[in-house]
Structures are given as C-alpha cells and as structure tokens.
C-alpha cells in the first residue's frame, strides 16, 4: 500500500506491506535506526517514536496507522557539535544531560527515553521526579535503574528554564564522619565547594570514601562522560542490528514443541518450495560437531554436549530445523511447511528426579565429551565436593547447629537488546560473524570446528551491545545464522524475538540449597555447609563455573572467629542436573546471588536464633584483610587451587556507612518504626545482607591492548575487551589516559574486533576494569616511556644538560622537566612521525592476574509489608561497596543502581516457571515483570575506597557485587517487618501471605 | 492483509464482514499474521469523552492517557486502573474499545469498568449492552460488531484495590467499587477470561463473603484459589469500607 509519512519534518511517500510495523517501516525502509526492536508487545518500547508529540510504541502499530500522522524520531533531536566548517547548534539540552550525568549505559532505550522526555517537557516544563518516572513507565531499562535518566530529565528541564545547573564534576561528596554522623542529608545533598544554592541539584554522583593514601589523579576518579555517549544519546546505528546488507536475508528458527523427543522424520520439502525461501536446514544436512555454547577460555570447564542441530530434542524451544527467506514473513510461514514427526520421551523436569533410579537420560549422544565428574548416565552436569579444615570437627564443636533450606528460581537476563547476529562472506570469503557477544574470541574459536573453518577464516565483530548480564557470554546464536551463510552465500541476519529469550536463551541455574552451620553461644562460627541442587537444563553450559562460585564465594565470606579464623570448617558439596526445561548459564552475579540467599537468610535466622545483633555477628565471623580466601586453597573451576591473600577489605566500612545512610540504629529493633500510624495491617522493617564476589578468574583470564599515538598527541587505544554498556570503554580509556597525561577526549578507543584488537577473554566475571584495565595500563607505560625519551631528547637542546626520561612527567597534554619546561605530546608525536629518528611511538601489552580479589559490600534494605495480603514493597535500598579504586564515579554507581534494580526483580517478582510438560509460562515482559521507573524504591550508593595493590590504580570488581545481596537484605527485612521468614524467592504476596499464616497457626 | 479507513461508522460496519476493527492496534498487531483485513477506526471521531446527563460517554477510541488528561471528573476507580493498565506509551495509544474487546480478567481497567456498570453502545442496530454481559458472550457477542461509545452514570464515590508482585505489575487479585445514592456494585478480578461483578450484597462484610465464593476456583500458574479467595474478601472489604468512610 502506499503510505504518505512526515517523518523528522520530511513528507516521505512509501510503498510497504500493509502488515508491516511502523517499527519495521523506520527501520527497513527509512533507515531511521534509532527506534529499536525489544520486544514484540510494546512492553519494553525501545521502540518508541513521537507521533503527533505523543509517545507511542511501533512495534505495536501498523506503518498505516501513522499514514498522515508527523512522526519524530531521534534522528531529528540535536547533533554532534563538531561537524567541521559546518556549524551546529549540538545536542539537545537534554542529549547532553543524559550525556553528561552517566544516564546512558548501554544506549539501546537511550532514544525512546529522551524522546520521552521532549514530549514530558513540551507539556510539563517544570516535571516532578515523579512525573518523569511515569514518562518513563513504558521504557524498560535494564541497566541504570533509571535513578540517572531521571536525573537528567530535571537537569535538562532546568537549563531549558535557564535556571543555573550543578556541575557533575563538583568534589565528590563525602558520607558522614562516623564518629561525627549529625550528616543524614542523601547523596549529592548540600553545596560541596561553597556554591551557590541552586534549585535543581543533579543528585547522580555517589558518596565515596576515599582512602587516605589515594594520590591525586587527573582522569581516575572523576565523572568524566562514557565515550560512546554522544552517539547513543543520538540513536546512532551503532547495534548489531542498525545495517542492511544487500541481499540479506532473515533467519528464522524452528523450535521444539515437546520437551524430549526424538525426531523420528522431518521433512523439510514444502518449505524449501514455498517462494523467496532461500534455505532450509535440518540436522540432516549439517556437520554433526559437539561442542559447549558457554564461552570460556580454553579448555571450556564444562561437557560438550550441544549440537547445532540435533536428532534429538530436549526441552521446549529447542531447536529442531533453521530457515533464511528474503523477509522475516516468509521465514515464519516457512517454519510452518517443515513437517516433523516427534516420538516422544519421557521428561524430566523435576531436578530432584534427575539422578533417581529409572529417570529418563537427556544426553545418550555418542559424541559426548566429559568434564570433571560430569556423567550423563545419571543425569550431571557436573559435580563438586569441598572439604575446607574438618567440617564434622567444628560441627562438634558447635553449642548449636542451626539448618535450613533454601531455594532460588530460574530467572532471565533480559537485555532490552535481544539476541542478534548478521553473518556474510568479505571479499576474501573470510566469514564476517557481526554479533551482540560479550565474547566475540571465545566465538571465533568456538564456532570454527563447528563451521569447518579454521579461525583465521573467520572474523567476529563486536558492535555496540543493547546489555548482556552474562546472557551474551554464551555461543549461541552465532552458528544460525552462520551456517545459513555458508548455505546460501549470502548475508543473514537472525535476531531473536522476545519470547524466543524466554524458552530459547540461557537464565539463571535455580537451586535447592541445604545449610547447616555451627555456633558457639558467643556467636564465633564452627562450621559451615552448603548443599546444592543445581538444575542446568537441557545442557551444562556454565554448570561447573556458575555453582562453584555459589560455594567459593557465598560461603567464603564467613570464617569463623578465633581459631576459626586461622582454619575454617567449611563443606560444600553441589549436584549440577540436566532437565528438560531451557538451559541456564551465565547471568551477572555468575552463582553468587543464588548462593547469598541461603547464606544471608541463613546468617539472619543464626543471629535471631542466638539473640545477637545481625550486623554485629556477621562482621564477628567475616573474611578480613591479611586472611587467606579459604576457598583458594581448595578450588580453582576444576584447575589447581593457588592460595590467594585478600589485600583489601572494607568490610566494615561499609557497613558502618550503609548502617548510618539508612539510619539502622534507629530503625532495628524500634517497636514504634516498625508500625505505621493510621495503617495496622503494615509493617515495616529493615534488613542487611553482607556480600562479597571476585575480581575475574586467576592464572586463567587474559586481556590484551595496543597504543599507539597519533600526529595531533590523539592516542588510538585498541583492546579485545567488550563493553557491552557498561562502560568498559571509558574507564579503559580513563586509565590509559592517567598514565599519558591527556584529557579522556585524546583516547580513542576501539573495542573487540577479533581482526583488529588485541585477545580479550571478553566480559565477564567483573574481569574488564581490573583484567584488561592493567593491560592497558601495560600498554600505555610503553607508550609513555616512549614519548618521555624523546621529550627528553627534545627538551635537552635547550637544557644546561642532558635530561633523563625518567624525570620527565607527562600532565595536561605536555611532558615536563621538573623545572617546568614543557613540549606538547602532539609535539612528540611529530617529532616521532616526521621530523627526527621516526618511530611509531606504540605500546602493546596483556595482563593475567594471580589473584582474584574480592569487592565486598554491605547491602540495606527497608520494606513494608502488609501483614493480611502479603504485598510486598521495597521502599529503599543503600548499597556500601568496596570495589577498590573508583576509576569512574558515574559509571561505576550505575552499576550498582542498575545491579540492584535487577537483583530487586529476583528478589521479588522475576521467575521462569514451566507447566506440567514443560512449557514456559513466562514469555513476555507482561507476565515476566522487571521494575518499571514509576515502581522504583529509592536507591543510594556509597563507595568505600581501598586501593588493590594487585591494580596499578588499586581497581577491584563493581558490575556483579550488586546482584548479590539485594534479596537477602529484603528477606531479612521481610523478618524484621512481620517475624516471618520466606525461604524461597521470589518473595512473592502469596508466598509471604502463606509463611504469615503458617507463623500465625504456630503462635 | 487489507487495511482499510473508513470514514464513517456505517463503512466501518459494512468492512466489519471480512475485517477486523482496529483502534490503538497494541493487540492486533502482536497477531497479524493471521489477519486478513483490517478496518482502521482512527477517522470516525470515536475519542471524544463528553458529559451525557448525569454520566459520562466515552468514545470507544477514547485512549486510556486520555482519561487520566480529563477534565471531565473521571472516577477514581478508572483512573487509577487506567494508569495501573500500563506504561505511558501504551496508554497514549491503546484505547477503551480495545480494552472491552482483548482485555483480560487481570486487566485494571476492566475490572473498574465492570464496578461502574459501565454500558457498551454496539453498531450495527445500536444498543446499550451491559458490560457484563458482553463480557461473558465475547468473542461471540462482537462479532461482525463495531464497540462506538461506552457511558456510565457517575458514582458519588469509586476505588480500586490490587495485589501484585509490585506496584506496577497487572494483578493477581483486585477488587473494584463504585457507590451511587447508597447502593455499590463490586468488581473483582485477576484470574479466568474476565473479571467479575459481584452479587450485591450488605456491607463490607457481605460484599467480602461474595468475593471469597467468587475467586473459590480461581487457582491457575500464578496464585492459588485459596489465596486469592482470602485475598480477594480483603480487597473487597477495604474498598467498600474506604468508600463507606467517604
């Protein structure tokens, strides 16, 4: 049909299908690549647009719907404000507040919130934060926990007012003195540096405590703005998916609809036939290669158990035939021609039936390759027993032994971005794999034997990444579209739907868990002991890794004290099961969040049961600095164990100012807070949880950089690593730029090609700041020991002397004598390039680490419940961090507000569950909920400075820590608030409901 | 598949024979495969909200954003389940007519129209449909037939209670009130293919009583009948007590 649009002020005249989305429409044939794909219900809406100045969601209208409508989108907002001659006016007021107050993480609902925004203001010049959040309530965001979008919306409203605005950079706010705490006021509250009252204050930075030996740096610790800001903040095509590709046709996938089955026929004839086809593949008519979806460095620690296309099925959603058509309609009536005949196995789908006599086996495929003590005749995945000092010793020691069981739910990632792959063949028939991964490596290297291609052949492109949380460490679309390629010879693009993300990607592995630990009276612990149930689904992608943190990490946190201390007794023993439902994996946190529940409610029953302060007895028996990570000496993911020193803990720090930002002593145990006036079916309460994670994997992990500098002192910075919007790239960049003595403009830096960069393992494990970080940190020393020679070179002509490099200091885009004489970098670098004894000036280095050290953090949470529904609402949550050295203030508090938002969905409302044959009952972002703007608790974070001597800046880890203590925190406080405890998360209203009235038959 | 503008109601109705009406569309094009034709309804003028005696009508196109914009005196109830419905892009483009038509017994906003007795105007041979009614014959009692207005009579007083896994999320059990000179109609909803008016019944308590029986074979994946029957005589009793208060 024909389709008359003003699009961004242009009047367009259009031929589409009259079924075409308006989403489909801007994208395909406009080219407009800000609107982006989400979802397919308008829940997430990524993709929205203004349409006569109203927010709407594309993906849910029809292109025909808009026909004489005025549509904008973010194309039409603002530009990059250096065009060369040309003169632009730059973004838009609100472009650069979400630039510059750290609003924008990975960018993909970057658009549709700031046009959000435009359509709030130009109703509301004077919004609320309330009224910003409901603007927001129909944008999903993942990563930021929205606490800076909303910042940013008030702080553009008031420039647009004319009103004076606060700058982001002001000195860092301080918490409280603890030993003068009359300061209760929240973060970014009063005026640091005596400036003036302002009526709108940008409350986005959070309260550090710095280390009293922390040196005054240029570039680390400040605020400085991501560097791929500007282009998200315009909606850029920087995402896999933002290109067309003549040619290109779309993949689609069939999926199984039973859950264990094999393929008796599959005849795939009528599909082949139907027009615009261009390939259908089954397992019949591929290589049949084994090999492990998880990407880890080599050798994977887990079994190969996977096919690209398999006789066999094993849960609902697995896949059974893949399709390329010239349009996405076709390749969906194309799935529906492909005729298959299931015979039917039985299906396990209770992980407690996995290893029972007479269950039905998942993997009897020949090929199978073993890990460890995996053994797929009964059902493992994967298998762990540690024994740390003598457990039945301590147990026996104990004045009492206190047990419980725990359980946490199957849970997904949900990146607003989903799964996306293009592959095509480049001139020299090298196959070009350009994919949303947060390891595009460990892809090539993967993929290869399952292709036939050796690596060399193959070329992995790492876009910009619409967020990951460890859904993206995993191999798994890749090979689809792959072999479609190699099938047709022609591009392909498959980009998974949102409910393909439900019964089709990875989630978190669900565990039962088992405790049991001895107390002494005084509260010392004796012995401690963990037993795990893990269910890895239909393949044991991350099964090892992801339940051997659950112990070395959750239960490395409490040793004992005393003696206790020197020689903990700690058991855990896990059992990692196959089932028929969709396979886990990695998901942020990475088998820590699953195994803080059970310790942290565990810990909270022992201190109530005992009658001790929760706070103080968890600080009594916790892991210090100059102590030896008990599980070092025991585990390393099935490698040699090598004893690792904890450095640096700010442990208590950070539970001395979470306690005080919260105000603890005033709440805990006050009778009179704990009610609400005019309300006597509420209750509120107050919870803690103390967590610790770790800092990439030691001895194994490896990160790459190059250097090298440019004829205006501009320094191209090149690393494998992968920022997948977390903003790897900027506080990369930021240490590259402390050690060359250039603002973070004078980097720019190139991330993961696996053609161009340096290796990376990828993003996972907190490993990037920390890992790849003193990589850079290598590269740049070279670089800088290169550039401090010749400036000594230059700088000696006109010297009394000769000068040596090592008293030269680079600062401020110069290298200095120490009496003040001074040569521009650029000057350097034209020096080196051009005029005398020509060099590149480069460096190159990798960095493995030996160690892992741990972030610790003490997470708050205040709650009210309401005693007769069971509804639960989460009203507030402060996080105290050590992560070490905060290279980047902004970055690194988005993190944990992010962190904590999506562990506040696993502690109260996210789950994947499967009906009685396996089917998902969750399959959209209707029924599976994460937190919306308009729904948030108030969120704070404190950051407590140590400085990592294992770092040259002294980094630790900050991406995961956040997932891991929200839950048991707001369990905790669920027990404060009612005297009931909920051992299972969710906590849901009816699970809440039923553990109120369980107490109330009992009392 | 076909889309068609019509331009009046009566084209509207004739299109209705092969296609299917389409107002915000945040519905029909999550299907469109399996969709021959459409007829789009944005040029009937059907999202006008206007006082009609002593009630309002409401177009059919009137979208949910609108009656949270107002500034007709919508009641309590159906703005707090319109805003509850979903986030603001969705509500600036899905519409009442759309609600009636797909939405489901966790619907916020179905459940407070079922509470205000709200009456469905149907073409062709127009008539007033109660709500209820055409709740229970769908997707029979539209076929071929084209929702224009909706009209409810002001309530003195109306709310809406919910229970869900957080503050935004659709509900697991809700309940929804409006008075009129003394008398009140209930609403409860949350499971099964729509929500449900209750009996009328005395007071708080009686009111409770009825939800209880109402949610006593509501068990589904997402709560037990057990617990939305408790749940449910809750709601109900706060509902009805706070508008008794009033």
Redesign the interface.
């Known amino acids: 049909?024909n389709l008359t649009l003003v699009v961004n002020g242009v009047r367009t005249e259009l031929e589409v299908?009259?079924?075409s989305?308006l989403l489909n429409v801007l994208r395909e044939d406009l080219a407009l690549y800000g609107a982006k794909h989400g979802c397919?219900?308008?829940?997430c809406?990524a993709c929205?647009v203004l349409m006569d100045g109203?927010?709407?969601?594309t993906?849910?209208?029809?292109a025909?719907?808009a026909?004489g409508h005025v549509l904008e989108t973010i194309e039409a907002v603002g530009e990059h404000p250096e065009q060369g001659w040309r003169h632009t006016a730059g973004l838009d007021p609100i472009q650069n507040a979400f630039v510059e107050t750290g609003a924008i993480q990975c960018g993909y609902c970057t658009p549709?919130m700031i046009l959000?925004a435009r359509a709030l203001l130009a109703r509301e010049p004077s919004p609320t934060d309330a009224d910003v959040r409901?603007?927001?309530?129909?944008?999903l965001c993942r990563c930021t926990g929205y606490l800076k979008p909303v910042q940013a919306v008030l702080r553009a409203a008031a420039v647009r007012r004319g009103e004076a605005v606060d700058p982001i950079d002001a000195p860092i706010p301080a918490p409280p003195d603890l030993f003068h705490a009359s300061d209760r006021s929240g973060p970014g509250d009063g005026g640091p540096g005596g400036m003036p009252e302002l009526l709108t204050r940008t409350r986005v930075m959070p309260r550090i405590q710095l280390s009293p030996q922390s040196p005054p740096r240029a570039s680390i610790g400040k605020p400085e703005r991501k560097v791929d800001a500007i282009k998200l903040a315009q909606g850029k095509p920087a995402f896999t998916a933002d290109m067309e590709m003549r040619g290109m046709l779309v993949a689609k996938v069939l999926h199984s609809p039973v859950a264990h089955a094999r393929i008796r026929r599959i005849d795939a004839g009528r599909a082949r036939a139907l027009p615009g086809v261009a390939a259908v593949l089954t397992w019949q008519d591929i290589p049949r290669v084994v090999y492990s979806t998880a990407g880890q460095s080599d050798p994977i620690p887990g079994p190969l158990d996977m096919f690209s296309l398999d006789s066999k099925v094993r849960f609902v959603g697995d896949r059974v035939a893949i399709v390329a058509a010239e349009t996405e309609?076709i390749a969906?009536a194309a799935l529906q021609l492909i005729e298959v005949e299931y015979e039917a196995l039985p299906a396990l789908l209770d992980p407690r039936q996995a290893m029972a006599e007479g269950a039905p086996r998942l993997h009897d495929e020949p090929e199978y390759v073993n890990f460890g003590d995996s053994d797929p005749s009964r059902n493992l995945a994967a298998h762990i027993h540690i024994d740390i000092g003598d457990f039945e010793k301590g147990l026996a020691e104990a004045d009492s032994v206190i047990e419980g069981e725990y359980e946490v739910p199957k849970v997904q990632q949900v990146s607003i971005e989903p799964h996306v792959t293009i592959t095509y063949w480049d001139a020299d028939d090298r196959l070009v794999i350009r994919t949303s991964t947060q390891v595009p490596f460990h892809v090539r290297r993967q993929l290869a034997p399952v292709l036939g291609l050796p690596p060399k052949r193959i070329r992995v492109i790492k876009p910009r990444i619409g967020g990951g949380f460890g859904g993206k460490q995993e191999v798994m679309i890749e090979d689809v579209p792959a072999h479609l390629t190699i099938a047709t010879r022609r591009p392909v693009r498959y980009e998974t739907t949102r409910e393909e993300e439900f019964t089709a990607a990875r989630s978190r592995h669900p565990m039962r868990v088992w405790m049991r630990t001895g107390v002494k009276r005084d509260g010392t612990l004796t012995a401690h002991e963990m037993r795990v149930l893990a269910d890895t689904g239909a393949y044991g992608c991350h099964a090892l890794t992801v339940t051997g943190n659950t112990g070395s990490k959750a239960m490395a946190l409490y040793v004992g004290d005393g003696a206790y201390r020197e020689s903990p007794n700690i058991r855990f023993h896990a059992d990692v099961v196959y089932t028929n439902t969709p396979p886990a994996g990695a998901f942020r946190g990475y088998g820590v969040p699953q195994g803080f529940w059970p310790v942290e409610r565990h810990m909270e029953k022992v201190a109530r049961q005992l009658g001790l302060d929760p706070l103080a007895f968890r600080l009594k028996n916790a892991l210090r600095a100059g102590e030896l990570q008990p599980f070092s000496t025991a585990w390393s993911e099935g490698r040699k164990p090598q004893p690792e020193m904890i450095h640096t803990c700010g442990l208590e720090d950070c539970a001395a100012q979470g306690a005080l930002a919260i105000d603890w002593q005033a709440k805990f145990g006050n009778a009179d807070w704990h009610r609400v006036p005019g309300a006597p079916h509420l209750r509120r309460g107050i919870g803690v949880a103390l967590v610790m994670q770790g800092t990439a994997i030691p001895y194994l992990d490896m990160g790459g950089a190059s250097i090298k500098i440019n004829e205006d002192g501009s320094f191209n910075l090149l690393v494998g690593a992968t920022d997948l919007g977390t903003g790897s790239d900027t506080v990369l960049a930021q240490q590259a730029a402390e050690v060359l003595g250039v603002p973070l403009d004078d980097i720019l830096i190139y991330s993961s090609d696996t053609d161009f960069t340096p290796f990376d393992k990828g993003a996972y494990a907190s490993s990037t700041t920390y890992i790849s970080g003193a990589a850079v940190v290598g590269a740049a020393r070279q670089a800088a020991e290169r550039i401090r020679l010749r400036a000594a070179r230059m700088l000696s002509r006109d010297a009394s002397g000769p000068m040596a490099a090592s008293e030269i200091r680079l600062a401020e885009r110069r290298a200095w004598t120490p009496d003040g004489r001074s040569v521009s970098i650029a000057e350097v670098a034209m020096n080196a390039l051009h005029h005398e004894d020509q060099e590149q000036i480069m460096g190159v280095a990798s960095y493995v680490s030996p160690v892992a050290p741990p972030p610790f953090a003490a997470q708050f949470a205040e709650v009210l419940v309401?005693i007769?529904?069971?509804?639960l609402?989460v009203e507030r949550l402060v996080m105290a961090v050590d992560s070490g050295v905060i290279i980047n203030p902004l970055t690194a508090s988005g993190q944990i507000e992010g962190g904590m938002t999506q562990a506040l969905g696993y502690a109260?409302?996210e789950e994947m569950?499967y009906?009685a044959v396996g089917v998902a009952?969750e399959t959209d972002l209707?029924q599976y909920?994460i937190?919306?703007a308009?729904?948030m608790p108030e969120l704070q974070t404190i950051f407590i400075e140590t400085i990592e001597p294992s770092h040259p800046f002294g980094v630790k880890a900050v991406a995961e820590i956040p997932m891991d203590g929200v839950a048991p925190a707001v369990g905790n406080a669920v027990r404060d608030a009612c005297g009931v405890d909920v051992d299972v998360i969710?906590i849901?209203?009816?699970r809440l409901?039923?553990a109120l009235r369980r107490h109330e038959a009992v009392t | 598949m076909d889309y068609q503008r019509p331009a009046t109601i009566a084209e509207a109705v004739a299109l209705l024979r092969g296609a299917r009406p389409l107002a915000g569309g945040t519905s029909l094009t999550a299907q469109r495969r399996g969709v021959r034709a459409v007829a789009d309804l944005q040029d009937l003028n059907l999202d006008r909200i206007s006082q009609a005696g002593d009630g309002l009508e409401f177009g059919s196109c009137v979208r949910l954003q609108s009656l949270l914009e107002a500034t007709q005196g919508i009641p309590e109830a159906m703005r707090v389940a319109a805003s509850q419905e979903a986030g603001w892009n969705l509500r600036n483009v899905a519409t009442l007519g759309g609600m009636i038509a797909g939405g489901g017994s966790r619907s916020p906003l179905l459940i407070a129209l079922l509470a205000l007795r709200t009456e469905v105007w149907l073409e062709p041979d127009g008539d007033w449909r109660d709500l209820d009614d055409l709740l229970k014959g769908r997707p029979g009692s539209l076929e071929g037939r084209l929702i224009t207005s909706l009209r409810l009579r002001l309530p003195s007083q109306s709310g809406y209670e919910q229970v869900g896994r957080t503050p935004a999320d659709w509900p697991i059990v809700a309940a929804a009130a409006a008075v009129w000179d003394g008398g009140m109609t209930v609403a409860v909803g949350g499971f099964g293919d729509r929500p449900h008016r209750l009996i009328a019944a005395d007071g708080a308590g009686g009111f409770a009583a009825s939800a209880a029986q109402a949610f006593a074979d509501s068990g589904d994946a997402w709560a037990s009948a057990a617990y939305r029957s408790a749940i449910g005589a809750i709601l109900t009793r706060r509902v009805v007590e706070r508008l008794a208060v009033r």
């Open positions: 049909m299908a009259s079924d989305t397919e219900t308008g829940e809406g929205a109203r927010l709407v969601n993906c849910v209208m029809f025909a719907q026909h549709a959000a409901q603007a927001f309530s129909g944008v309609a969906e309401d007769e529904t069971g509804q609402r109260v409302c569950t009906d009952r209707r909920h937190f919306a308009h729904e969710p849901t209203p009816e409901w039923a």
